[in-house]
């Protein structure tokens, strides 16, 4: 660990502040764990924003990191108001259009490389001086008689050194975009001359001529040869011009043309009716319809002022404390020992103040005065926050299914799940209707467990914390 940090201090030297930062969120996995968290989407967006800060923060007369963290500093003082970034997660229906660079750590069901012709320049060198780290410095040899100048061998030594770390760096970039596609991966380039891509060996000239002799033999393409300058003219699709299509339908002559245009409006992807994920949280598989529904967002720390926790966060809270405490304890001294605990965790910082006060102890202590809350704490095999990885059905699709089984504890004949609930559940509100609302996602956890341990889950319930009770759901 601290020869990371030693890593990272030295790092720090000789980067961008914007690629520090970068470096930090994804060698840390912060990036990815802030995706993997509730409102992952406007979290990661957040995150590109900082990034966008720093970049802009650098243009500046300041610079350096610590002068960045005064800065957000004084922000937060000042209640200076940001904007939050405008979240677009991986799933959304659009079509997005970005650099190699801005792509790096993200993956596409279809990427399009675009300018796989461009030529790879290499590090050209149209000054008078030359300089590398390794090679120090050279000037030319300059002849004042005679009034002529040339490059040393020096000189040349170090251009052709930086070509072939530009080239180094454009072969790195050149295997990020090739690996960000999941499912099909398409390459666009063009060349004056098919006739001279190379087919045996790659040439370090572009992205075209690198791949090419790679994939002429393995891969579907298709070449569209043009005939000098655009006019004007649109590529023919079935043997017609779109616009021609457009007038010869206007006129009525044509039958053919207009049931063409029918065809191609009418047009309806066939898999439109597959909207199963990949991957889902236990709750987002619980609740199917939540894509359905308006999702509040939560705003960026940059322009947040000090509200009212809402039931989830103080849920959080919750298992936060269930999830530290000593279950015997809480059984043997109740309610003074749990106060004790949650003001020993906003002493370590793993509350907020806010979250302290929020805390209901006595929601809690009423967990260990039921028969289900003594077993526990009396339970010999007891577990708590247990993270599973699920590959199950979803609407006739496999996905894999992520989620966090909040306690469960085993006996001699099988396993008891406990699932802890802070949401409000009305006097009117049957355990009919929590075991409707909930079963799926129990069941869910009683398939990952069983599959993990080997032993049956005989009981599963739900402890609902403004009820003070158990629901059993198996």
């Known amino acids: 660990m601290f020869a990371t940090i030693d890593y990272w201090k030295k790092l720090k030297l000789s980067v961008s502040l914007e690629e520090l930062i970068r470096t930090l969120l994804e060698e840390t996995g912060y990036y990815d764990y802030c995706s993997g968290l509730p409102v992952g989407k406007q979290r990661a967006s957040n995150l590109r924003l900082l990034l966008e800060k ?3 923060f650098e243009r500046t007369n300041y610079t350096g990191l610590h002068g960045f963290l005064g800065y957000v500093d004084a922000m937060i003082e000042r209640d200076v108001k940001v904007g939050e970034a405008k979240a677009i997660g991986e799933s959304e229906d659009v079509v997005r259009l970005m650099t190699i660079h801005g792509s790096k750590g993200l993956e596409f069901p279809i990427v399009i490389l675009a300018g796989m012709g461009k030529k790879m320049t290499g590090n050209n060198s149209k000054g008078s001086i030359d300089f590398h780290k390794d090679y120090a410095l050279a000037i030319p040899f300059v002849n004042k008689e005679e009034a002529w100048h040339r490059k040393t061998l020096l000189q040349r030594a170090i251009v052709a050194r930086k070509r072939e770390e530009s080239i180094d760096e454009e072969i790195r970039i050149l295997y990020v975009a090739l690996t960000r596609a999941k499912d099909k991966l398409i390459l666009m380039g063009s060349c004056r001359d098919i006739e001279k891509l190379p087919t045996d ?3 370090m000239t572009s992205y075209l001529n690198v791949v090419f002799p790679l994939i002429s033999d393995k891969c579907d393409f298709k070449i569209i040869e043009s005939q000098g300058d655009y006019d004007g003219d649109v590529e023919r699709v079935d043997g017609n011009d779109p616009l021609e299509l457009m007038e010869i339908a206007r006129s ?3 039958e053919d043309a207009i049931a063409q245009i029918d065809k191609r409006l009418s047009y309806v992807y066939p898999y439109d009716d597959n909207n199963v994920r990949s991957k889902y949280s236990v709750s987002q598989l619980n609740h ?5 529904q308006p999702v509040m967002l939560n705003k960026s720390l940059f322009s947040e002022k000090k509200r009212e926790l809402t039931a989830a966060e103080i849920g959080t809270a919750m298992h936060a404390v269930m999830e530290r405490m000593d279950f015997a304890r809480g059984l043997a001294e109740g309610i003074d020992y749990i106060r004790e605990k949650a003001d020993e965790m906003l002493t370590a910082g793993q509350l907020t103040a806010e979250e302290r006060a929020a805390l209901n102890e006595e929601n809690i202590a009423a967990f260990f005065k039921t028969d289900i809350g003594r077993r526990a704490a009396t339970a010999a095999d007891l577990h708590k926050e247990r993270e599973f990885i699920l ?3 979803v609407e006739g699709t496999e996905a894999i299914v992520q989620g966090i089984i909040d306690c469960y504890f085993v006996e001699d004949d099988g396993i008891v799940l406990i699932d802890y609930k802070n949401s409000y559940m009305g006097g009117d509100t049957t355990e009919e209707v929590i075991r409707q609302r909930y079963e799926k996602q129990i069941l869910l956890y009683k398939e990952a467990l069983e599959g993990a341990t080997g032993l049956p889950v005989k009981e599963s319930y739900l402890y609902l914390f403004n ?6 759901i198996t």
């Open 252 to 254: 009525g002559r044509d």
């Open 201 to 203: 060996v790659p040439k």
């Open 54 to 56: 720093a970049a802009d």
């Open 288 to 292: 199917l319809e939540i894509d359905r």
């Open 467 to 472: 009820l003070q009770n158990f629901t059993q």
């Open 391 to 393: 590959l199950t059905d």
